[in-house]
């Protein structure tokens, strides 16, 4: 009796604190082992296509009009791969039930207003671990999230600020908060966005967690003309993301940072062993031996993949991040950072008669990494060729010319030429940077980056880590027109790091001097919103406050100097968490 009686108070015990536990929100850390990847069979699950959402309405006559859309981020569960069990996840959609990772595809018009209201749904607790120690949004109860459209032109009171979050109910919001009702007025040229959870200090977890979706801007008559491969079945969206999972299907995120006494959280860069395509692990994808359009997002926090294809089939480059090129670019292989986008077309009729084509990556993680790093490849999905010679013919093509309408860059058009210099800093007996700043500055600081609304700037942006960041604008797109390597970099990181700044006194221009020049990719010279600034280089940025139209409009369709204004940051999104981003106020 004795006995029984113990046992069921340590059983009680033991489910109390199970319980509590599970209400902590730690409920996997007494959870079972991390998922062998080897464990998971690929290529058995067939690529998803997300849900498609119109941003746009077709009123009487054909005539659009304005789309309004209301999406929820919801708790739910998502199957990654058929043997894995069902992992909790963050989504977007329009109901729990319906809410997919990731994100419904939004497909919005050129010139068209898409209004989207975003509801937060998210339980009290999130169910990854959280950092207190970095700048956070911090409600104390609810999990602070706000959408920001990634290389969306928009209003700044739209643009997702990071301090505009907002919990669920709006039992809390941020200093910057004013509405969840947002405005896209999509007066951009076409091409491809994302939409993305940006909470101060908590984008790395709540996009972990499964908050990010695709978002397109079509102009129909422009893009017909150009003939590439087109309809759902033939031009399709490749989200990647690589993720960690527990045997028992739950998402892995260590909750012990490398330096706990300085962050007890916060490590550097997450990686996972699992690639995901479309939600899916090493999904496959049936294909006929014809041309396909991949827009392929890396929506991972720290991965740089370096996509190939098996069989020598090649990739022709339309666009790069959200704008077309003005010609196609063929490459067998290329680097995508995280948050970049590359718009490529693959002709499976030249594989020959492989029935069978694996898109692998090589990149080493953490990229670049060091001298003599062995990359391995990894393969991140299949195309099994179908042949069928009944099926109607490919009519598509590439054509030699794409947009080459878009304004060339002129450095001589710079009004201000500014210095952006990445630190990285380590604490006293810390071998691993604990924060990351830009200029020097944490981003609660006062901004210091005020362009003047219709002209362009020079940016050198001056890498003083070791680590490749690929640098974001919000609202402006760029072109990178030379990274050359800085000599004798130490002296000159001493020197800026000594003084918090001040370039041109330490020297730039002699740690420049001699220094080899980096080519800059062809199918990276258009205009972009993200570029890879390799360590130890400066890079030199052509920046364009001003639309980017044939018409050459000075002015955006809105107050752009109104509201929160908008921010600049590194896409590695363990450091933009880290304050590795910095305010960006434009005025007139
Ligand atoms: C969306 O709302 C706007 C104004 O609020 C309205 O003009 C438009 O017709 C609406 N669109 C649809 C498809 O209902
Ligand atoms: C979590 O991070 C800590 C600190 O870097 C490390 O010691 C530990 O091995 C990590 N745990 C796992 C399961 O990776
Ligand atoms: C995606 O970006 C991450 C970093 O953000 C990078 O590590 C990874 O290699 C990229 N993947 C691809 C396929 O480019
Ligand atoms: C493909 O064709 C080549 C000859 O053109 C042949 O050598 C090869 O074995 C074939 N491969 C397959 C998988 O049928
Ligand atoms: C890979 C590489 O070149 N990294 C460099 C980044 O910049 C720092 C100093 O600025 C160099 O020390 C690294 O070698
Ligand atoms: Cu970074």
């Known amino acids: 009796m004795e006995k029984m009686r113990r046992f069921l108070g340590e059983c009680l015990l033991v489910v109390v604190l199970v319980f509590q536990a599970a209400l902590l929100g730690c409920g996997d850390d007494l959870g079972g082992r991390l998922l062998d990847p080897r464990e998971l069979e690929m290529f058995v699950d067939e690529l998803p296509d997300m849900p498609r959402m119109r941003g746009y309405g077709v009123a009487e006559g054909g005539k659009l009009v304005a789309g309004n859309l209301t999406i929820g981020m919801y708790e739910t569960m998502w199957k990654f791969h058929r043997d894995l069990r069902a992992t909790r996840v963050f989504a977007y959609g329009t109901s729990k039930g319906t809410a997919t990772v990731p994100g419904p595809t939004i497909e919005a018009m050129q010139g068209v207003p898409t209004y989207v209201t975003w509801t937060n749904h998210l339980p009290p607790r999130h169910f990854l671990p959280w950092d207190h120690t970095l700048t956070a949004a911090t409600p104390g109860r609810g999990v602070p999230t706000v959408v920001h459209l990634h290389g969306g032109v928009q209003h700044s009171a739209s643009d997702g600020h990071s301090l505009a979050w907002f919990t669920s109910g709006f039992s809390a919001t941020g200093p910057h908060f004013s509405s969840p009702a947002y405005e896209y007025p999509n007066q951009q040229p076409p091409g491809n966005l994302w939409y993305h959870d940006h909470a101060m200090g908590l984008t790395r977890v709540n996009i972990l967690a499964g908050l990010l979706g695709v978002y397109r801007v079509a102009s129909p008559a422009e893009e017909a003309a150009l003939n590439l491969p087109s309809g759902e079945a033939f031009d399709r969206n490749l989200v990647l993301f690589d993720r960690d999972f527990r045997a028992d299907g739950s998402l892995f995120m260590n909750r012990t940072g490398n330096n706990p006494t300085v962050h007890p959280q916060w490590q550097p860069e997450y990686f996972g062993p699992v690639i995901v395509a479309n939600g899916k692990a090493w999904p496959y994808l049936r294909v006929r031996r014809r041309r396909y359009r991949f827009r392929v997002l890396n929506a991972s926090n720290a991965r740089f993949y370096r996509l190939s294809l098996s069989d020598g089939l090649r990739f022709v480059?339309?666009?790069?991040?959200?704008?077309?090129?003005?010609?196609?670019?063929?490459?067998?292989?290329?680097?995508?950072?995280?948050?970049?986008?590359?718009?490529?077309?693959?002709?499976?009729?030249?594989?020959?008669?492989?029935?069978?084509?694996?898109?692998?990556?090589?990149?080493?993680?953490?990229?670049?990494?060091?001298?003599?790093?062995?990359?391995?490849?990894?393969?991140?999905?299949?195309?099994?060729?179908?042949?069928?010679?009944?099926?109607?013919?490919?009519?598509?093509?590439?054509?030699?010319?794409?947009?080459?309408?878009y304004p060339k860059p002129d450095a001589r058009e710079a009004a201000v030429t500014r210095r952006i210099a990445m630190y990285e800093y380590t604490k006293e007996g810390t071998d691993e940077p604990t924060h990351l700043y830009l200029n020097a500055r944490s981003y609660m600081e006062p901004v210091t980056e005020t362009p003047r609304e219709g002209t362009s700037e020079l940016w050198d942006v001056i890498n003083l880590t070791d680590d490749n960041h690929p640098l974001h604008l919000h609202l402006a797109l760029f072109v990178a027109l030379e990274q050359r390597s800085l000599r004798r970099v130490d002296e000159l990181r001493d020197c800026m790091m000594a003084r918090g700044g001040g370039?041109?006194?330490?020297?730039?221009?002699?740690?420049?001097a001699g220094g080899r020049r980096h080519v800059v990719p062809r199918q990276e010279r258009g205009w972009k919103n993200v570029f890879k600034v390799r360590p130890g280089t400066v890079t030199r940025l052509l920046v364009r406050f001003r639309p980017l139209s044939p018409t050459e409009s000075r002015r955006f369709p809105f107050d752009v100097t109104a509201g929160p204004g908008y921010v600049y940051h590194c896409h590695i999104l363990d450091h933009e968490d880290n304050e590795m981003m910095r305010p960006m106020k434009i005025v007139r």
């Open 503 to 512: 370039a041109d006194a330490c020297g730039l221009e002699r740690h420049l």
């Open 317 to 405: 480059h339309v666009a790069s991040d959200s704008v077309y090129l003005a010609r196609p670019v063929p490459t067998r292989a290329f680097l995508l950072a995280p948050s970049e986008i590359a718009d490529v077309v693959v002709d499976f009729a030249e594989s020959g008669n492989a029935t069978a084509v694996v898109l692998r990556s090589d990149a080493p993680a953490p990229y670049p990494g060091d001298p003599g790093d062995k990359a391995e490849t990894v393969p991140v999905m299949k195309f099994v060729i179908e042949s069928d010679a009944s099926m109607e013919p490919d009519t598509s093509s590439v054509p030699a010319r794409l947009m080459a309408q």
